[in-house]
């Protein structure tokens, strides 16, 4: 039996990262659902503008490791994430917001069935052109956390508590 070193990636995603990753998509997911209407309206960057940031990097992600499976080239988006992020929310502004959740739920399956597939454990991932490479494993921990802070500050700044049997 070989033991492997730290800086070796495994062979797949963890089982509770994925699990955490779509339980926090899930939160995030209720606590958009559970907003007033109001808060939903157009603005330069409220909860809306933040669920169609997510949903347009998670599908990408799951594009770009789909087409390198695939053995296919990948173009990166370029520039800097305040425009590349104004873009993202640009292309779905007409995209309702259900439709949003639907697709960033798919989205994420998709993702954690790819994460789960020792095929794609070597998949360096990019989030755009001249960044870091990171092992698939190691970015979906990232973006867990990144949901995660996004959903904390919704949250507080629309006063929500937490749904009932929720921490």
């Known amino acids: 039996m070989t033991t492997r070193s730290p800086s070796q990636p495994t062979a797949r995603s963890r089982p509770e990262d994925l699990a955490r990753l779509t339980s926090t998509v899930g939160?995030?997911?209720q606590i958009i659902?559970?907003?007033?209407?109001?808060?939903l309206l157009e603005k330069p960057w409220g909860p809306r503008q933040v669920l169609s940031h997510l949903v347009f990097w998670h599908e990408d992600y799951v594009r770009q490791i789909?087409?390198?499976?695939a053995g296919k080239g990948w173009l990166l988006p370029e520039g800097r994430f305040a425009e590349l992020n104004a873009r993202a929310v640009a292309s779905l502004a007409g995209v309702g917001v259900p439709t949003l959740l639907a697709?960033?739920?798919?989205?994420?399956?998709?993702?954690?069935?790819?994460?789960?597939?020792p095929a794609s454990a070597r998949i360096p991932i990019q989030v755009k052109q001249d960044s870091k490479s990171w092992p698939?494993?190691?970015?979906?921990?990232d973006v867990e956390a990144h949901i995660r802070r996004h959903g904390e500050e919704i949250a507080g700044a629309h006063e929500l508590r937490p749904a009932r049997g929720e921490p």
């Open 27 to 29: 939160r995030f997911c």
């Open 33 to 39: 659902e559970r907003l007033p209407a109001r808060a």
């Open 66 to 69: 789909e087409a390198r499976r």
């Open 103 to 117: 697709r960033f739920r798919t989205a994420n399956a998709r993702l954690c069935r790819l994460a789960a597939d």
């Open 136 to 141: 698939l494993d190691k970015f979906l921990i």
